[in-house]
């Protein structure tokens, strides 16, 4: 499914490479941080950041000479050569560093290769329409050729590329970086680009304006919701299920977790990747917090006892060569969020498994503290904040933990099973009240579960399904007997993510899957639903479509 969807997001802009005929593979380029430039060469250094659901950071990317016009290499015509620039530096999920020394000469962008999933990639190569936003690059001996930052982000179905106006070299990247790049000092550094930036580039602010990727779903205070997206840009939805574009992250910074702050100077504490912990300001400037001793990871939960004023974090840390200790997801608690001295409260290993395949961690906020969960475990813990301690029981029957939802009032909905493959086709639904002490299964008319029930403040149940038909929503106030079930969306959602607020609205969002992101709410409990707010834009769609026909 990934699959078809990231063709059909790239299938106007972008032509999927095959096999099927002979291909001459591209030169790969010296690291200019390692190696020093051979005679009459230069260096390109840029930076990439990706705002796509289907596309990682890139990895690498294609530069074509471009050789002037009738230019014949004896009685031939000449085929123009091909280099790779290698990510030599993945800054986050979403962005990476890559640079390589090349000949001198003028060079244009053909192709991009990104990690789809592990262990392939997939590359994609460029249309001239494309390579003409972005314009042609010129590298000159002994000379640096800093490209800035360059944006690749989904526009409705197509897939667009352009030049950042905000990031126009990478000097503070690589001063923060790559502090070891001391001879770049010795050098010349010009922007590389043989045009300046054109007025029709216009991938960095509809990446910014339209959402994509949205997560870290927060409730504020009064009704209102805050969220972000891929790009780090913040948004803020009012009670009656307005969207509007608050912040923008510095550096394109993917942010992940989000919460208030007691301090009235202070508007939001904001986590990201990399340990980054940020207050945002009444100006809506944001301020790095020094983290103290927490470990380096990405920060997906953010929380504060109320009462004794100690803040909880929590953070996924991906492996680490240094111990060999494999990704995990922690609590962690200290008295201070500034300068901290971290603990950790709870730990579960997050590995993939050669028997079990993926495993899973989560952790969410409750009324009087906290939820951790985990498929290493399969058990619910909840931690009470007033007196410090543990409640923990397990998943029914010694069953594996798939997948979980926080409802309404403390509730929790799992999806369980045996078995290690397809979860859906062996898994059970089941939810609680209690924190597991006891569990209530579900049988909705989904045969072949997919996703954890969700309950509703006023007791009402909600399964989304559908993996091989009858997609939508199902409904019931009595979810323990297969009668009473009630089909109240007939739509295929089971990709989408749904979000419980503390009014009671629920916010269901598309994760891309159309190649086009959508928020959608509902205030009736799932019966009816609109589109807040979208990453599709009918002016920019009008646009492309007159274009296609002139």
Known sequence: MKTIILKRLLVVTLIVLTQACAVVLPTETNNPVKHPFKPGEGAVVVSITSNSAQLNYVSKITLEQVLPPNYASGTKKATPTQYYLNDIKNINRDTSFLAGNLPAGEYKLVALQAPVGAPGTVSYSLRNFNTSIVGNIVVKPNQISDLGRVVLTAINLNAGIGRSKQ????????????????????????????????????????????????????????????????????????????????????????????????????????????????????????????????????????????????????????????????????????????????????????????????????????????????????????????????????????????????????????????????AGVFANTYYTTNCGESWVQTYSPYKVKASAPLMLADGTVLEKGGVFRDGGIYASKTPWEKEGWQKILDDSVLAESIYLTEKGDLIMISNGQWGWEAIRGSSDGGKTWTIEKSSYSQKMQDAIDGAKEN
């Open 167 to 422: 990031y126009l070299d990478n000097a503070e990247l690589i001063k923060k970086y790559l502090p070891e790049w001391t001879a770049i000092e010795t050098h010349s550094v010009d922007s590389g680009w043989l045009e300046p930036r054109k007025d029709i580039d216009i991938a960095e602010s509809f990446a910014t304006i339209y959402p994509i990727g949205m997560n870290a779903i927060t409730d504020l205070e009064a009704g209102y919701v805050a969220g972000a997206s891929r790009m780090g840009t913040m948004h803020v939805r009012t009670p009656k299920g307005f969207w509007k574009t608050v912040v923008q992250a510095p550096d394109f910074l993917p942010i992940r977790s989000i919460a208030l702050h007691p301090d009235d100077n202070v508007r939001f504490i904001v986590g990201a990747e990399s340990a980054k912990l940020f207050k945002i300001n009444k100006e809506f400037e944001f301020i790095e917090i020094d983290t103290g001793n927490l470990v380096n990871g990405t920060i997906l939960f953010i929380d504060q006892d109320k009462q004794t004023k100690r803040w909880y974090l929590g953070v996924r840390q991906e492996v680490r060569s240094a111990d060999d200790k494999p990704p995990t997801l922690a609590v962690y608690y200290s008295d201070d969020l500034e300068s901290g001295d971290w603990a950790v409260l709870i730990e579960a290993s997050v590995a993939w498994s050669a028997w079990s395949g993926e495993t899973y961690a989560w952790v969410w906020p409750r009324s009087n503290g906290l939820g951790f969960a985990s498929t290493e475990t399969s058990s619910v813990h909840c931690f009470d904040y007033a007196s410090q301690a543990w409640t923990e029981y397990p998943i029914p029957n010694d069953q594996r933990l798939i997948g979980l939802t926080g409802g309404a009032n403390d509730s929790i909905g799992v999806l369980a099973g045996k078995s290690g493959g397809f």
